[in-house]
């Protein structure tokens, strides 16, 4: 059992920063990308990035790109999601996911073996 834990979450006003962080806590779980995901208030859960773990290839939502950068630290089994340029819209609980098994379609929540609790970020106008 993996048990992913995010941070980072809160309020900021349009134009400002944050930066997520999700520990994984099992080491020995074959990760073959990390990835985050948003839900908004009324509004299915949606994609925002992903990483794959081995070489680092990042994927974005187009609604974020640009804007927001994922990076992981493979020691530390960390994923982080920097987020500039933070727009109201951006508001949502946002979830830190794991999956194991290799895919195509890296935005597939489906396909995601573990999820965070999710930490809310708010961003004000």
């Known amino acids: 059992q993996v048990q992913l ?12 920063s944050l930066r997520l962080s999700c520990a994984a806590s099992e080491r020995t779980f074959r990760t073959y990308a990390m990835g985050w ?34 990076s992981r630290d493979s020691a530390k089994n960390t994923v982080y999601l ?17 999956r194991g098994r290799f895919g195509y379609r890296i935005y597939a929540q489906s396909d995601y073996d573990y999820w965070g609790q999710g930490t809310p970020v708010t961003v004000s106008s």
Not at 47 to 62: E, K, L, Q
Request: aromatic letters at 12%; a neutral charge.
């Open 37 to 70: 995901f948003r839900q908004a208030p009324g509004k299915d859960r949606e994609f925002v990035t992903a990483i794959t773990w081995r070489d680092g290839n990042p994927y974005y939502s187009d609604s974020v790109k640009g804007r927001f950068t994922i």
């Open 5 to 16: 834990v995010e941070s980072g979450g809160g309020s900021v006003q349009a134009g400002g």
């Open 82 to 98: 920097q987020m500039n340029s933070l727009k109201p819209e951006d508001t949502a609980v946002y979830y830190c996911a794991v």
